[in-house]
């Protein structure tokens, strides 16, 4: 698998270029970018998600492109399809899922949301386990952008 570095070496710039070519291209001449962008064909190079979310931790950027979904029983056929519209919408906007299935279970539930919380994601979509669900009004009194399905949360 191939690195920044060995991407930087074959087009003849430095890391940082090739790391602005893919997170700031805008601030790249047509012509390097060009060039990094070939070597990264070239090589087959995928940034690792782990530590552009790092990097970004560094820059207070929040974003790692990274949703949560939590559901309470993916046997049901209606979670399944909410899943699946996540998923979809998700990949189209450059978004990766990360699935929780808590299972009607409270503390898997908890679990779960610090987690989640821990992943630096950029929003959660939530059944939460009943109206007065305490952690996620905390995740939303945080200020993290939540979406509540399937049931109505309370003293939000």
Do not use: W
């Amino acid at each position: 698998m191939s690195t920044l570095k060995d991407v930087a070496k074959e087009a003849s710039v430095s890391i940082a270029t090739v790391s602005r070519v893919i997170n700031e291209p805008e601030k790249v001449s047509i012509k390097t970018r060009q060039k990094v962008q070939l070597a990264i064909e070239e090589l087959r190079f995928h940034p690792n998600r782990v530590a552009r979310r790092l990097s970004k931790l560094k820059m207070k950027d929040r974003s790692g492109n990274i949703i949560g979904l939590v559901l309470p029983d993916i046997s049901n056929p209606f979670y399944v399809d909410v899943l699946k519209g996540v998923q979809d919408f998700s990949i189209e906007n450059d978004y990766a899922v990360i699935f929780c299935d808590f299972g009607q279970d409270e503390s898997r539930e908890k679990l779960y949301l610090d987690i989640l919380k821990s992943e630096l994601i950029d929003g959660l979509i939530v059944a939460p386990i009943d109206k007065n669900d305490s952690k996620v009004i905390q995740l939303i009194r945080s200020e993290l952008p939540i979406v509540c399905i399937d049931r109505e949360l309370s003293g939000t």
